[in-house]
Nanobody, 124 residues
Framework: QVQLVESGGGLVQAGDSLRLSCVAS????????VGWFRQAPGKEREFVAT????????RSEDSVKGRFTIARDNAKNTVYLQMNSLKPEDTAVYYC?????????????????WGRGTQVTVSS
């Protein structure tokens, strides 16, 4: 059974950094786009960033550009989301997801597999 497991969330202060990790079991990312989404209380899930495993091409949402970086480690079959200069509005549950067959997808509907999420809380 395919599982995506996120880790690295926590409670930090504004301006701090966190690195989220996403590891897959029973799935090799080689033919997938792997993305990060987030959902704040009372809000819809929104796209954060995605990366094509095969090429390393990436795309991110405008509000996180210059602060968040998505990267992959082939040897560890792991995708990371490095989050710097965190703001209180970044507070959300962050989800990892994998999409097969789409190029840098931003819609959650194109993703086939999802993790359970990791909480990120940024205090002011």
């Amino acid at each position: 059974q395919v599982q995506l497991v996120e880790s690295g969330g926590g409670l930090v202060q504004a301006g701090d950094s966190l690195r989220l990790s996403c590891v897959a079991s029973e799935l090799t990312f080689s033919n997938y786009a792997v993305g990060w989404f987030r959902q704040a209380p009372g809000k819809e899930r929104e796209f954060v960033a995605t990366i094509m495993w095969s090429t390393g091409s990436a795309r991110s949402e405008d509000s996180v550009k210059g602060r968040f970086t998505i990267a992959r480690d082939n040897a560890k079959n792991t995708v990371y989301l490095q989050m710097n200069s965190l703001k209180p509005e970044d507070t959300a549950v962050y989800y990892c997801a994998a999409s097969r067959g789409s190029y840098l997808p931003t819609s959650s509907q194109t993703y086939n597999y999802w993790g359970r999420g990791t909480q990120v809380t940024v205090s002011s």
